[in-house]
């Protein structure tokens, strides 16, 4: 939204948010408040006679003082504000008839209607509000009965003292106006054909995205921190289900500590967001956290779903089948409506091509009942955030973290023949073990991630399984060089 100055050559000056307050200040327009400007619709009640059922419509027009009733068809539409990334709308609820207007706030509750009446100059509009009434003929007994909206005895007009909208009488002699303008729609980065890609911080930090192989949680991290070896890192991008060609969608995975038998059969760990986990609907229908969700983090006042590995399958165009296990157990990805494992990758002005990129996710989310108690969604998207190395989806594209997308030779081998060149022993990593073929006979070191010995013996056979704790291990058998694999 965009103040129209009095004073020729002063431009520039935009709304933006202060402690909830909405002011103008000279800005560009990417640090101006995005608002979601939605039509209001108003309820119709009709039918047949007094005795049938009622039936409802939804109309969205501005009935001012009693035309409809007078059979005049002349009308506008009214408009509510809403912040673009949040629940915030903007209220009039803190209008003093007693000629101290107070300043227009963005508050989470619901909105209040707004007219913007157009003067001569093109797409400059004189902003009112308006209150929502009952035509005064609708009654029970009718056949008929139309909500209205009415102008509020007040407008918006700037503060110049303290650069805050405020509300004023609608006599005042302060006539101010504003502009619209629209955002651009973003681009999306086309990350070319299946392979191996490493997705790297664009901080320059030497961290990349990479799967917790213990908790399944996606993390930045730098390979020389255990257990996040280089295979970690080596994830594996591929087209997912394309919807629109301007938006290309792809699915994220790595085949880190799954078993032969599991590739075989189409399953890898898939970035997803849990946010249908993370958040339940509470009595009203809206989003609440899930506060023994294990896909929930909590920083401060605020609370993100973590983006997340999961072992799942694709089947159909744009759904997964996924397996339950380990952390995350207690938890089920309900909504497939909208895939929550289709990343997109936005450009950013920084991008040239394939670098500072945001990593985005559309999901359905919780927004309320209707009238016959049925739970409502709304589509909205999400955007990769860092807090403390730990990747979760915020709803603000300005909290994003940026990365760099390159091809990589790192990617994991498979569990079950992990071998050293020709060498005829192989080692194959089970749940809470380790076999260990073909070295009969020869002496085996087996440690944790933080080098700690947890087996030590001499082979007895060539098909031996030693028991060792779950993780990631290295396993050294004498004249080998040092095999690492995931045991679950």
């Known amino acids: 939204m965009n103040l129209v100055s009095g ?32 039509a209001v619709e108003l309820e119709k009640w ?4 007094a005795t049938d059922a009622w039936s409802k419509v939804s109309i969205a027009y501005l009935d001012n003082a009693g035309a409809q009733i007078l059979k005049d068809t002349l009308s506008a539409v009214a408009y509510t504000l809403n912040e673009q990334y949040t629940k915030n709308t903007v209220t009039n609820s803190a209008y003093d008839t007693e000629e101290t207007y107070a300043a227009v706030k963005f508050v989470n509750r ?49 503060n110049v003292k303290t650069a805050a909208l405020t509300y004023v009488a609608q006599d005042d002699v302060r006539d101010d106006f504003f502009k619209f303008e629209k955002a651009a729609a973003p681009d999306y980065a086309n990350l070319g054909a299946p392979s191996h890609k490493i997705l790297s911080s ?78 339940v609907a509470n009595s009203t229908g809206d989003e609440t956290a899930n506060m023994s969700s294990a896909y929930l983090l909590k920083d401060f006042t605020d609370t993100y779903a973590k983006a997340a590995f999961v072992k799942a399958k694709v089947y159909g165009v744009d ?9 995350t157990a207690a938890d089920t990805l309900k909504n497939m409506s909208i895939n929550p494992a289709a990343m997109a990758f936005m450009t950013t002005p920084a991008t040239d ?6 990593v985005e996710n559309t999901v359905n989310t919780f927004n309320g009942k209707d009238g016959d108690d049925a739970q409502q969604f709304d589509s909205k998207s999400y955007y990769l955030k860092v807090i403390n190395n730990v990747l979760v989806w915020s709803s603000v594209p300005t909290d994003a973290h940026l990365f760099n997308v390159a091809s990589t030779e790192l990617h994991p081998t498979s569990n079950d023949n992990v071998a ?25 070191v087996i440690s944790n991630i933080l080098g ?3 087996a030590e013996t001499v082979l007895s056979s060539d098909n031996a399984t030693i028991a060792v704790p779950a993780g990631i291990v290295a396993v050294a058998v004498e004249g080998e060089a040092a095999v690492k694999v995931v045991v679950k």
Do not use: H
């Open 7 to 38: 004073t020729p050559g002063v431009d520039g000056l935009y709304a933006y948010a202060k402690d909830s307050l909405i002011s103008i200040k000279s800005a560009t327009f990417d640090d101006a408040i995005r608002f979601k400007v939605k």
């Open 46 to 49: 009709s039918r047949e006679s």
């Open 110 to 158: 619901d909105a209040v209607p707004f007219v913007f009446k157009a003067i001569e100059a093109a797409d400059e509009y004189l902003m009112v509000p308006v209150k929502v009434t009952a035509i005064d003929n609708a009654t029970a007994s009718g056949t008929s009965a139309v909500t209205k909206m009415e102008e509020e005895s007040f407008k918006v007009v700037f």
């Open 202 to 279: 664009s901080e320059g930090d030497g961290k990349a995205l990479s799967m917790n192989p213990t908790t399944l949680f996606a993390e930045v991290k730098t390979a020389e921190q255990t257990p996040y070896i280089d295979s970690l890192f080596g994830l594996w991008i591929d087209t997912a289900c394309v919807k629109d060609i301007t938006k290309p969608l792809y699915y994220v995975t790595t085949g880190n500590g799954l078993s032969a038998e599991d590739r075989e059969a189409g399953f890898m760990y898939y970035l997803v967001n849990p946010y249908d986990s993370a958040y």
């Open 319 to 327: 759904s997964l089948t996924i397996v339950r296990e380990k952390a």
């Open 353 to 358: 091509g394939l670098t500072n990129l945001i």
């Open 420 to 444: 050293d060149g020709a060498s005829t022993i192989s080692v194959v990593a089970n749940a809470g073990t380790v076999t260990i073929q073909g070295a009969a006979g020869k002496s085996v």
């Open 452 to 454: 700690k010995v947890v």
